[in-house]
Protein backbone atom coordinates (compact mmCIF):
# COMPACT_ATOMS: atom_id res chain seq x y z
CA UNK A 1 0.00 0.00 0.00
CA UNK A 2 1.11 3.41 -0.89
CA UNK A 3 0.69 6.66 0.57
CA UNK A 4 -0.60 7.19 4.72
CA UNK A 5 -3.09 4.99 6.64
CA UNK A 6 -5.94 6.95 7.46
CA UNK A 7 -6.95 6.14 10.48
CA UNK A 8 -9.93 6.62 12.78
CA UNK A 9 -10.74 5.89 16.50
CA UNK A 10 -13.98 5.30 18.60
CA UNK A 11 -14.02 5.65 22.42
CA UNK A 12 -11.89 8.54 23.39
CA UNK A 13 -11.49 7.38 26.98
CA UNK A 14 -8.08 6.81 28.96
CA UNK A 15 -6.78 4.11 26.44
CA UNK A 16 -7.14 5.79 23.66
CA UNK A 17 -4.22 8.79 24.37
CA UNK A 18 -1.71 5.75 24.00
CA UNK A 19 -3.40 5.18 20.21
CA UNK A 20 -3.23 8.81 19.27
CA UNK A 21 0.41 9.20 20.40
CA UNK A 22 1.17 5.72 18.30
CA UNK A 23 -0.28 7.33 15.57
CA UNK A 24 1.27 10.33 15.75
CA UNK A 25 4.74 8.62 16.24
CA UNK A 26 4.36 6.95 12.72
CA UNK A 27 5.95 8.60 9.79
CA UNK A 28 2.72 6.77 7.43
CA UNK A 29 -0.34 6.72 9.82
CA UNK A 30 -2.37 10.03 10.32
CA UNK A 31 -5.63 10.43 12.76
CA UNK A 32 -8.15 11.91 10.98
CA UNK A 33 -11.41 11.55 12.89
CA UNK A 34 -12.81 10.55 16.32
CA UNK A 35 -16.04 9.49 17.80
CA UNK A 36 -17.27 8.71 21.22
CA UNK A 37 -20.31 8.40 23.23
CA UNK A 38 -19.42 11.83 25.10
CA UNK A 39 -19.50 14.85 22.32
CA UNK A 40 -17.37 16.60 24.70
CA UNK A 41 -14.73 13.70 25.28
CA UNK A 42 -14.13 13.46 21.82
CA UNK A 43 -13.83 17.19 21.28
CA UNK A 44 -11.51 17.04 24.21
CA UNK A 45 -9.80 14.41 22.45
CA UNK A 46 -9.27 15.57 19.26
CA UNK A 47 -8.27 19.27 20.51
CA UNK A 48 -5.68 17.40 22.28
CA UNK A 49 -4.16 15.56 19.81
CA UNK A 50 -4.62 17.78 16.83
CA UNK A 51 -7.31 15.45 15.27
CA UNK A 52 -9.41 17.33 12.22
CA UNK A 53 -12.68 15.39 12.70
CA UNK A 54 -14.98 15.08 15.47
CA UNK A 55 -18.18 12.46 15.11
CA UNK A 56 -21.22 12.27 16.82
CA UNK A 57 -21.67 8.79 15.36
CA UNK A 58 -19.42 6.02 14.36
CA UNK A 59 -21.75 5.06 11.61
CA UNK A 60 -21.23 8.40 10.74
CA UNK A 61 -17.41 8.54 10.70
CA UNK A 62 -17.42 5.66 8.47
CA UNK A 63 -19.75 7.08 5.93
CA UNK A 64 -17.70 10.35 5.69
CA UNK A 65 -14.41 9.31 6.14
CA UNK A 66 -13.66 5.83 5.06
CA UNK A 67 -10.76 5.25 7.40
CA UNK A 68 -7.99 2.27 6.24
CA UNK A 69 -7.82 1.33 10.12
CA UNK A 70 -9.84 1.66 12.68
CA UNK A 71 -8.78 1.82 16.90
CA UNK A 72 -11.65 0.46 18.61
CA UNK A 73 -10.90 1.51 22.51
CA UNK A 74 -14.33 1.32 23.89
CA UNK A 75 -14.98 -1.27 26.38
CA UNK A 76 -15.55 -4.59 25.70
CA UNK A 77 -19.56 -4.59 24.94
CA UNK A 78 -19.37 -2.72 21.58
CA UNK A 79 -16.28 -4.30 20.40
CA UNK A 80 -18.11 -6.75 17.78
CA UNK A 81 -20.63 -4.28 16.87
CA UNK A 82 -18.35 -1.58 15.95
CA UNK A 83 -15.88 -4.39 14.65
CA UNK A 84 -18.61 -5.47 12.15
CA UNK A 85 -19.50 -2.30 10.85
CA UNK A 86 -15.48 -1.11 10.07
CA UNK A 87 -14.97 -4.63 7.99
CA UNK A 88 -18.12 -3.90 6.28
CA UNK A 89 -16.83 -0.26 5.44
CA UNK A 90 -13.57 -2.00 4.38
CA UNK A 91 -11.12 -0.83 7.30
CA UNK A 92 -8.78 -2.99 9.01
CA UNK A 93 -9.32 -3.10 12.40
CA UNK A 94 -7.01 -3.06 16.02
CA UNK A 95 -9.07 -3.89 19.14
CA UNK A 96 -8.41 -2.80 22.69
CA UNK A 97 -7.81 -6.18 24.70
CA UNK A 98 -10.21 -7.66 25.76
CA UNK A 99 -11.25 -8.26 21.94
CA UNK A 100 -14.68 -8.98 22.66
CA UNK A 101 -17.06 -8.93 25.31
CA UNK A 102 -17.89 -13.57 24.70
CA UNK A 103 -16.27 -16.28 22.53
CA UNK A 104 -19.18 -16.39 20.10
CA UNK A 105 -18.39 -12.62 19.40
CA UNK A 106 -14.22 -12.87 18.44
CA UNK A 107 -15.52 -15.64 16.04
CA UNK A 108 -18.12 -13.70 14.31
CA UNK A 109 -15.15 -10.83 14.23
CA UNK A 110 -12.56 -13.24 12.77
CA UNK A 111 -15.41 -14.47 10.55
CA UNK A 112 -16.40 -10.99 9.31
CA UNK A 113 -12.21 -9.54 8.75
CA UNK A 114 -11.98 -12.93 6.41
CA UNK A 115 -15.31 -12.22 4.57
CA UNK A 116 -14.42 -8.59 3.90
CA UNK A 117 -10.11 -9.42 2.95
CA UNK A 118 -9.45 -7.21 6.19
CA UNK A 119 -7.11 -7.62 9.32
CA UNK A 120 -8.03 -7.70 12.86
CA UNK A 121 -4.89 -7.19 15.11
CA UNK A 122 -5.73 -7.37 19.08
CA UNK A 123 -3.78 -4.91 21.53
CA UNK A 124 -2.12 -7.41 24.63
CA UNK A 125 0.52 -5.21 24.27
CA UNK A 126 3.19 -7.22 26.55
CA UNK A 127 3.81 -9.07 24.17
CA UNK A 128 5.88 -6.48 22.45
CA UNK A 129 9.39 -5.66 23.47
CA UNK A 130 12.68 -7.09 22.65
CA UNK A 131 13.00 -9.13 26.12
CA UNK A 132 9.73 -10.84 25.40
CA UNK A 133 10.60 -11.27 21.91
CA UNK A 134 13.78 -12.96 23.24
CA UNK A 135 12.56 -15.13 25.74
CA UNK A 136 9.98 -16.88 23.27
CA UNK A 137 12.63 -17.25 21.20
CA UNK A 138 15.11 -18.96 23.54
CA UNK A 139 11.45 -21.29 24.55
CA UNK A 140 10.68 -22.04 21.31
CA UNK A 141 14.63 -22.84 20.36
CA UNK A 142 14.39 -25.46 23.58
CA UNK A 143 17.83 -23.88 24.34
CA UNK A 144 16.41 -23.33 28.47
CA UNK A 145 14.91 -27.42 27.57
CA UNK A 146 11.56 -28.08 28.48
CA UNK A 147 9.25 -25.55 30.60
CA UNK A 148 7.92 -27.36 33.50
CA UNK A 149 6.45 -24.94 36.23
CA UNK A 150 4.87 -21.70 35.74
CA UNK A 151 3.23 -18.91 38.40
CA UNK A 152 1.38 -15.75 36.36
CA UNK A 153 0.70 -13.15 38.76
CA UNK A 154 -1.62 -10.08 38.43
CA UNK A 155 -1.69 -8.53 41.92
CA UNK A 156 -3.10 -4.95 41.60
CA UNK A 157 -5.01 -2.70 43.49
CA UNK A 158 -8.74 -0.88 42.44
CA UNK A 159 -10.17 1.21 44.76
CA UNK A 160 -14.00 1.48 44.94
CA UNK A 161 -13.86 4.79 42.77
CA UNK A 162 -12.59 2.45 39.75
CA UNK A 163 -15.37 0.54 40.01
CA UNK A 164 -17.50 3.37 40.32
CA UNK A 165 -17.28 3.85 36.68
CA UNK A 166 -20.85 2.66 35.19
CA UNK A 167 -19.38 -0.35 32.99
CA UNK A 168 -17.26 -1.57 34.94
CA UNK A 169 -17.88 -4.79 37.43
CA UNK A 170 -20.95 -6.03 35.96
CA UNK A 171 -21.14 -8.85 33.60
CA UNK A 172 -23.10 -7.50 30.94
CA UNK A 173 -21.10 -4.67 30.35
CA UNK A 174 -17.66 -4.89 31.15
CA UNK A 175 -17.80 -8.92 30.14
CA UNK A 176 -16.11 -10.06 33.41
CA UNK A 177 -14.14 -9.42 36.49
CA UNK A 178 -10.57 -8.89 37.04
CA UNK A 179 -9.83 -12.38 35.39
CA UNK A 180 -10.87 -10.98 32.21
CA UNK A 181 -9.98 -6.98 32.97
CA UNK A 182 -6.46 -6.88 34.34
CA UNK A 183 -5.06 -10.89 34.90
CA UNK A 184 -5.77 -11.65 31.27
CA UNK A 185 -2.57 -9.09 29.99
CA UNK A 186 -0.15 -11.64 32.35
CA UNK A 187 -2.25 -14.45 30.92
CA UNK A 188 -1.70 -13.92 27.22
CA UNK A 189 2.30 -12.86 27.92
CA UNK A 190 2.57 -16.56 29.75
CA UNK A 191 0.61 -18.31 26.70
CA UNK A 192 2.94 -16.23 24.15
CA UNK A 193 5.46 -17.55 25.76
CA UNK A 194 4.19 -20.74 26.21
CA UNK A 195 1.67 -21.90 23.40
CA UNK A 196 -1.41 -23.45 23.24
CA UNK A 197 -3.30 -24.10 26.88
CA UNK A 198 -4.49 -27.73 27.68
CA UNK A 199 -6.44 -27.78 30.78
CA UNK A 200 -8.05 -24.92 33.25
CA UNK A 201 -9.42 -25.20 36.59
CA UNK A 202 -10.54 -22.39 38.15
CA UNK A 203 -12.13 -20.30 41.12
CA UNK A 204 -13.96 -16.78 41.15
CA UNK A 205 -13.62 -14.83 44.73
CA UNK A 206 -15.02 -11.78 45.70
CA UNK A 207 -13.19 -10.92 48.41
CA UNK A 208 -13.98 -7.09 49.24
CA UNK A 209 -15.43 -4.88 46.00
CA UNK A 210 -18.77 -4.14 45.21
CA UNK A 211 -19.05 -5.90 42.01
CA UNK A 212 -21.17 -8.35 40.30
CA UNK A 213 -17.86 -9.74 39.04
CA UNK A 214 -15.23 -11.63 40.99
CA UNK A 215 -12.33 -8.96 42.49
CA UNK A 216 -9.97 -11.99 42.69
CA UNK A 217 -9.44 -15.57 41.00
CA UNK A 218 -6.98 -18.63 41.39
CA UNK A 219 -6.29 -21.08 38.91
CA UNK A 220 -3.95 -23.86 37.55
CA UNK A 221 -3.52 -23.80 33.25
CA UNK A 222 -1.47 -26.70 31.98
CA UNK A 223 0.52 -26.48 28.56
CA UNK A 224 0.26 -28.84 25.66
CA UNK A 225 4.48 -28.44 25.78
CA UNK A 226 3.71 -29.88 29.14
CA UNK A 227 4.21 -26.99 32.04
CA UNK A 228 2.01 -26.57 34.66
CA UNK A 229 1.28 -22.45 35.42
CA UNK A 230 -0.59 -21.22 38.85
CA UNK A 231 -2.49 -18.04 37.74
CA UNK A 232 -3.80 -15.89 40.50
CA UNK A 233 -5.53 -12.62 39.91
CA UNK A 234 -6.85 -9.37 42.01
CA UNK A 235 -7.95 -6.29 42.28
CA UNK A 236 -7.46 -5.84 46.05
CA UNK A 237 -3.49 -6.23 46.43
CA UNK A 238 -1.87 -2.90 48.15
CA UNK A 239 1.86 -4.50 47.10
CA UNK A 240 1.43 -4.19 43.18
CA UNK A 241 3.00 -6.44 40.91
CA UNK A 242 2.89 -7.93 37.75
CA UNK A 243 4.68 -10.91 37.03
CA UNK A 244 5.60 -14.29 35.63
CA UNK A 245 7.97 -16.97 36.37
CA UNK A 246 8.82 -20.58 34.54
CA UNK A 247 10.98 -23.12 35.49
CA UNK A 248 12.70 -24.64 32.46
CA UNK A 249 15.49 -27.67 32.91
CA UNK A 250 18.15 -25.61 32.95
CA UNK A 251 17.16 -22.23 33.84
CA UNK A 252 14.17 -20.13 35.74
CA UNK A 253 13.27 -16.76 33.72
CA UNK A 254 11.63 -14.33 35.37
CA UNK A 255 9.40 -11.08 34.55
CA UNK A 256 8.59 -8.41 37.78
CA UNK A 257 7.09 -5.18 36.49
CA UNK A 258 3.60 -3.07 37.07
CA UNK A 259 2.15 -2.18 33.23
CA UNK A 260 5.53 -2.68 31.11
CA UNK A 261 8.57 -4.31 30.97
CA UNK A 262 12.13 -3.80 29.63
CA UNK A 263 15.35 -5.64 29.73
CA UNK A 264 15.69 -4.44 33.64
CA UNK A 265 12.77 -6.23 34.30
CA UNK A 266 13.40 -9.56 33.07
CA UNK A 267 16.35 -12.08 34.62
CA UNK A 268 16.95 -15.80 33.44
CA UNK A 269 19.00 -17.45 35.87
CA UNK A 270 20.48 -20.97 35.11
CA UNK A 271 20.02 -24.11 36.93
CA UNK A 272 23.03 -25.91 38.98
CA UNK A 273 25.81 -27.24 36.48
CA UNK A 274 23.81 -24.92 33.70
CA UNK A 275 25.97 -22.18 34.49
CA UNK A 276 28.23 -21.99 31.38
CA UNK A 277 25.21 -21.59 28.97
CA UNK A 278 23.97 -18.68 30.60
CA UNK A 279 26.03 -16.30 28.65
CA UNK A 280 24.31 -18.04 24.97
CA UNK A 281 21.14 -16.69 26.70
CA UNK A 282 21.73 -13.01 27.28
CA UNK A 283 19.67 -10.67 26.16
CA UNK A 284 20.54 -8.55 23.03
CA UNK A 285 21.99 -5.02 23.23
CA UNK A 286 19.50 -2.86 21.89
CA UNK A 287 16.23 -2.72 23.66
CA UNK A 288 12.72 -1.56 22.94
CA UNK A 289 9.95 -1.89 25.99
CA UNK A 290 6.66 -3.35 25.98
CA UNK A 291 3.93 -0.58 24.73
CA UNK A 292 1.10 0.07 22.52
CA UNK A 293 3.75 2.44 20.52
CA UNK A 294 5.91 -0.73 19.31
CA UNK A 295 2.60 -2.89 18.71
CA UNK A 296 0.58 0.18 16.67
CA UNK A 297 4.03 0.37 14.59
CA UNK A 298 4.38 -2.68 13.84
CA UNK A 299 0.84 -3.47 12.35
CA UNK A 300 0.80 -0.18 10.38
CA UNK A 301 4.21 -1.49 8.85
CA UNK A 302 2.91 -4.64 8.22
CA UNK A 303 -0.37 -3.21 6.94
CA UNK A 304 1.01 -0.51 4.36
CA UNK A 305 3.97 -3.33 3.28
CA UNK A 306 0.97 -5.78 2.52
CA UNK A 307 2.71 -8.53 4.95
CA UNK A 308 0.76 -10.89 7.57
CA UNK A 309 0.65 -9.01 10.84
CA UNK A 310 3.14 -9.49 13.43
CA UNK A 311 2.64 -12.06 16.24
CA UNK A 312 2.78 -10.08 18.27
CA UNK A 313 -1.51 -8.79 17.31
CA UNK A 314 -2.78 -11.66 15.89
CA UNK A 315 -3.72 -14.97 18.54
CA UNK A 316 -6.77 -12.98 20.07
CA UNK A 317 -8.14 -16.01 21.20
CA UNK A 318 -5.71 -17.88 23.22
CA UNK A 319 -5.19 -15.96 26.31
CA UNK A 320 -9.03 -15.07 25.85
CA UNK A 321 -9.85 -18.98 25.68
CA UNK A 322 -8.19 -19.94 28.79
CA UNK A 323 -9.69 -16.50 30.48
CA UNK A 324 -13.27 -18.13 29.30
CA UNK A 325 -12.04 -21.44 30.60
CA UNK A 326 -11.25 -19.95 34.14
CA UNK A 327 -15.12 -18.74 34.31
CA UNK A 328 -16.39 -21.78 32.79
CA UNK A 329 -14.68 -23.64 35.61
CA UNK A 330 -15.32 -21.98 38.39
CA UNK A 331 -18.57 -21.89 37.29
CA UNK A 332 -18.75 -26.03 37.43
CA UNK A 333 -16.92 -25.51 40.95
CA UNK A 334 -13.84 -26.07 39.56
CA UNK A 335 -14.03 -28.67 36.87
CA UNK A 336 -11.27 -29.20 34.51
CA UNK A 337 -11.93 -27.28 31.30
CA UNK A 338 -10.44 -28.43 27.74
CA UNK A 339 -9.95 -26.50 24.75
CA UNK A 340 -12.95 -29.03 23.44
CA UNK A 341 -15.14 -28.61 26.50
CA UNK A 342 -14.49 -24.62 25.61
CA UNK A 343 -15.96 -25.33 21.61
CA UNK A 344 -18.75 -27.15 22.81
CA UNK A 345 -19.73 -24.81 26.12
CA UNK A 346 -23.57 -24.79 25.91
CA UNK A 347 -23.07 -21.23 28.20
CA UNK A 348 -19.63 -19.79 28.33
CA UNK A 349 -19.02 -18.99 24.66
CA UNK A 350 -21.72 -16.92 24.75
CA UNK A 351 -21.41 -15.03 28.12
CA UNK A 352 -18.75 -15.56 31.14
CA UNK A 353 -21.42 -14.91 33.75
CA UNK A 354 -20.37 -17.24 36.40
CA UNK A 355 -21.21 -18.05 40.60
CA UNK A 356 -18.57 -16.12 42.26
CA UNK A 357 -17.67 -17.18 45.86
CA UNK A 358 -18.49 -14.24 48.16
CA UNK A 359 -15.68 -14.36 51.11
CA UNK A 360 -16.79 -10.35 51.88
CA UNK A 361 -17.09 -10.88 56.21
N1 LIG B 1 -4.11 -2.42 26.71
C1 LIG B 1 -4.19 -1.76 27.87
O1 LIG B 1 -3.20 -1.59 28.60
C2 LIG B 1 -5.51 -1.21 28.31
C3 LIG B 1 -5.56 -0.27 29.36
C4 LIG B 1 -6.80 0.24 29.73
C5 LIG B 1 -7.95 -0.18 29.07
N2 LIG B 1 -7.86 -1.09 28.07
C6 LIG B 1 -9.07 -1.55 27.35
O2 LIG B 1 -9.50 -0.47 26.52
C7 LIG B 1 -10.93 -0.43 26.47
C8 LIG B 1 -11.40 0.93 26.98
O3 LIG B 1 -10.93 1.10 28.31
P1 LIG B 1 -10.72 2.57 28.93
O4 LIG B 1 -10.06 2.33 30.24
O5 LIG B 1 -10.09 3.47 27.94
O6 LIG B 1 -12.24 2.98 29.19
P2 LIG B 1 -12.83 4.46 29.36
O7 LIG B 1 -14.12 4.30 30.07
O8 LIG B 1 -11.79 5.40 29.91
O9 LIG B 1 -13.11 4.92 27.85
C9 LIG B 1 -14.07 4.29 27.03
C10 LIG B 1 -14.66 5.37 26.13
O10 LIG B 1 -15.54 4.73 25.20
C11 LIG B 1 -16.73 5.54 25.09
N3 LIG B 1 -17.80 4.64 24.64
C12 LIG B 1 -18.41 3.65 25.33
N4 LIG B 1 -19.30 3.02 24.54
C13 LIG B 1 -19.24 3.60 23.34
C14 LIG B 1 -19.90 3.39 22.12
N5 LIG B 1 -20.80 2.40 21.98
N6 LIG B 1 -19.60 4.20 21.08
C15 LIG B 1 -18.70 5.20 21.21
N7 LIG B 1 -18.02 5.45 22.36
C16 LIG B 1 -18.30 4.66 23.39
C17 LIG B 1 -16.92 6.13 26.46
O11 LIG B 1 -17.72 7.31 26.39
C18 LIG B 1 -15.49 6.42 26.89
O12 LIG B 1 -15.07 7.71 26.50
C19 LIG B 1 -11.41 -1.62 27.30
O13 LIG B 1 -11.62 -2.74 26.45
C20 LIG B 1 -10.25 -1.87 28.24
O14 LIG B 1 -10.17 -3.23 28.71
C21 LIG B 1 -6.66 -1.59 27.67
Request: net charge negative.
Amino acid sequence: MTGTLRVALVGTGSVAHKHADAVAAHPRAELVAVTDHTRAAADAFAVRHGVPAVYDDFAALLDAEHPDVVLICTPPGPHRGQALAAFAAGAHVVVEKPPAASLDELDEMRAAAVAADRQLAVVFQQRTGTAAAHMRALLRSGSLGRPLLAVCDTLWYRGTDYFAVPWRGKWATEGGGTTLGHGIHQLDLLAHLLGDWESVQGRLWRLDRETETEDASTATVTFAGGAVAQVTTSAVSPREVSSIRIDTQKATITVDHLYGHGHDNWAITPAPGFEHEAAAWALPEVEERSDHGPLLRDVFDALLDGRPLPETATEPSRSFEIVAAIYASAAADGAVITPAALADHPTHRRSFASPVDDRRR
